[in-house]
């Protein structure tokens, strides 16, 4: 693997759970060991270096406060275990107190707060002493759904604020597409691609960044030489587009209709041209053609969204006429 | 309906196991006894006695008030027991903490043959008490002391400075507590192994990211999440430094002059050996107030950790 930050960056690696995300994250971070490679911060290597030398903060997923400290030690101790000036402790403290809103909160202990409170005061002892890289462990799946927007959303502007280069796990897309600079999808230990949220939707490299991305994933039918994928936002009723860009068209047997008020989600099997094919088409609410179960429509997609992927080793192909 | 409902309701035997009324209090029962007849009736007797003129073959037995603690509490030997059984848990309980605590932070960690170590800090505990006493007096005999044919052999003592292990004051002192901790250490020590892999892998990722070397992480962190568990071991401990005897014993009997004399010993010699059983109980119930304040600090733990 080979993997470079830009300075003030916010990478984030992205994938299904035990591809080793958390595993480069901890050697990042110089808690765990690579058997090889090099690690370069600021072009320094640092594999030789312990976690403190290497001016490095972390979050953890489950925030790993001192749950006998209360707000205000658990952000002094990096600074105390730094050999900060005791008079400049409380200056510091106050600042990332500010930046985070939890100022009232410095006398409570961590299981007198909430969770969104808990994660604030995790970045706050994580910022506080100036990183030069922030790691990021999967911060905010311990909050419920709604807390979650929120954060992703005052955590990004933080990122923006400090400037301070960012790497961020997950296995949650909407996290990665909405927060990342870039992201790294990996897989098996491997980056698949690397790449702004836009071309690793759009454009994907291979078959798993097609289908791990994009919910419901991206339809992947077998031509005879090679793999076709196509979103199912781009798999819509015939008569949905008003032509224009040029169409594959496709016939579509519809076997179940789900409502889920913005979307319907459309399942069924291809006819014609590959006969048989399982696919699933996304209709946001503005197609308002009637679709039901069991009848046979008339579907398309438009030709430049077809993506092509070589069937032996599944990387993207060079588009083709189908 | 209703006829298959009545034929359905349980009897003889499983209605009184699924009767929460019944089942509850036949399963408490047998430990209800267990206490009363070994614990709580011996404990009124002594009590009794305390405050009685009894001894041994004397079948009348005649109340004298407060006169067997006025009498024991003066004399010099009560006193030497009473400091020296401070002296003697205190000691051994630090030494204990300290020692489990350094034992319990290598235990944790992975290494080979690390299930032989923990075999071997283990055994002291399972071994019966008395053999293993029994052992520490040959090692530390007067003339066969393996610990002195050692020292001698290493050139540090010789053969005219051979050590009375058991038969000089402090050394006597000494050798009780080290074999008390000996005993009590792998009970401590397993308690706070449980402490320790309590503790989230997190916080000490935490705080090697956050800068901490050994230790500040030690002292601020580590020792810190496990102190109510430490205190519960730290307890357990000072329970039976004040009122085992078993090393005390077998290796000194109390001796030499009263030097190692405790007060579950003196008690013991006065009250079963001395045949003086009024005023055994009454030394034996000074252990009270000690052990009051024991289970006391033990409730409040418990409290402690029960609204956290």
């Known amino acids: ?322 | 309906m209703s006829d298959r409902l009545a034929t359905a309701r349980p009897r003889g035997l499983s209605f009184v196991v699924d009767s929460p009324r019944w089942l509850g209090p036949l399963m408490i029962g047998p430990a209800v006894l267990y206490i009363v007849l070994v614990v709580g009736l011996p404990f009124v007797l002594a009590i009794l006695y305390a405050f009685s003129d009894v001894s041994m073959g004397h079948r009348t037995l005649e109340f004298v008030g407060f006169r067997n603690f006025a009498s024991v509490l003066g004399t010099p030997k009560f006193q030497t027991a009473l400091k020296n059984t401070f002296v003697f848990a205190v000691t051994s309980q630090v030494l204990v903490m300290v020692l489990a605590t350094v034992l319990a932070l290598a235990l944790i960690r992975d290494f080979h043959g690390k299930w032989l170590v923990r075999l071997l800090i283990l055994l002291p505990w399972v071994a019966p008490i008395s053999l293993g006493t029994i052992g520490w007096l040959w090692i530390l005999d007067s003339t066969y002391s393996v610990i002195n044919w050692t020292l001698e052999a290493l050139g540090l003592i010789t053969n005219e400075g051979w050590l009375m292990w058991l038969g000089v004051p402090h050394l006597a002192m000494a050798s009780v507590i080290v074999i008390h901790v000996w005993r009590i250490l792998p009970l401590a020590t397993v308690i706070l192994i449980a402490g320790l892999t309590s503790i989230p892998h997190d916080i000490h990722d935490a705080a090697q990211m956050d800068g901490a070397g050994f230790w500040r992480h030690l002292f601020q962190v580590t020792v810190p999440l496990i102190r109510p568990i430490m205190l519960v071991a730290g307890l357990f401990g000072l329970v039976f430094a004040f009122t085992d005897m078993i090393v005390i014993f077998v290796l000194t009997r109390g001796g030499p002059y009263d030097t190692t004399q405790v007060l579950a010993s003196l008690a013991f010699f006065t009250g079963i050996q001395g045949g003086d059983l009024a005023e055994g109980a009454a030394v034996a119930l000074f252990l009270f107030p000690l052990l009051v304040a024991v289970a006391v600090g033990f409730l409040r733990v418990a409290r402690r950790t029960e609204v956290t």
């Not at chain 1, 030398?53 to 400290?69: G, N, T």
């Not at chain 1, 050999?83 to 299981?111: D, N, S, T, V």
């Not at chain 1, 400090?162 to 980056?191: C, F, K, P, S």
């Not at chain 1, 969204?305 to 032996?312: C, H, L, T, Y």
């Open chain 1, 1 to 322: 693997m080979d993997l470079a930050t830009q300075e003030g960056e916010f990478l984030v690696l992205l994938g299904p759970s035990g591809c080793g995300k958390t595993t480069l994250l901890r050697m990042i971070a110089g808690l765990e060991e690579p058997t090889s490679g090099t690690i370069l911060i600021g072009g320094q290597v640092v594999n030789d270096l312990p976690p403190r030398a290497r001016k490095i903060a972390m979050v953890f997923q489950s925030y790993a406060l001192y749950p006998h400290m209360t707000v205000l030690k658990n952000i002094a101790f990096p600074l105390k275990a730094q050999g900060l000036r005791r008079e400049e402790i409380p200056k510091k403290i106050e600042w990332a107190a500010a930046l985070f809103g939890i100022g009232h909160l410095l006398g409570r202990k961590p299981r007198q707060l909430s969770g969104g409170e808990r994660q604030r005061v995790a970045l706050a002892r994580a910022v506080v002493r100036e990183p030069a890289v922030f790691l990021l462990d999967e911060p905010l799946s311990n909050l419920d759904a709604k807390l979650r927007a929120s954060a992703r959303d005052e955590l990004q502007q933080f990122q923006r604020r400090i400037g301070t280069t960012t790497i961020y796990v997950t296995h949650d897309q909407i996290e990665a597409m909405g927060l990342g600079d870039r992201i790294a999808v990996m897989q098996g230990g491997r980056v698949r691609q690397l790449g702004t949220p836009v071309e690793v939707y759009a454009e994907p490299a291979d078959t798993f960044v097609a289908s791990f991305l994009g919910s419901p994933p991206m339809n992947i039918v077998e031509a005879p030489d090679c793999l076709v994928g196509f979103r199912p936002e781009h798999f819509l009723p015939r008569d949905a587009y008003d032509g224009g860009a040029s169409l594959i068209a496709l016939g579509l047997r519809v076997t179940r209709v789900e409502y889920l008020g913005a979307d319907r989600l459309v399942y069924g099997v291809l006819e014609g041209k590959f006969q048989g094919a399982k696919v699933l088409a996304r209709l946001p609410s503005t197609v308002t053609t009637p679709v039901q179960a069991g009848r046979r429509y008339d579907f398309a997609v438009p030709e430049k969204e077809m993506k092509f992927f070589d069937p032996g080793t599944r990387l993207r192909t060079a588009a083709r006429s189908v």
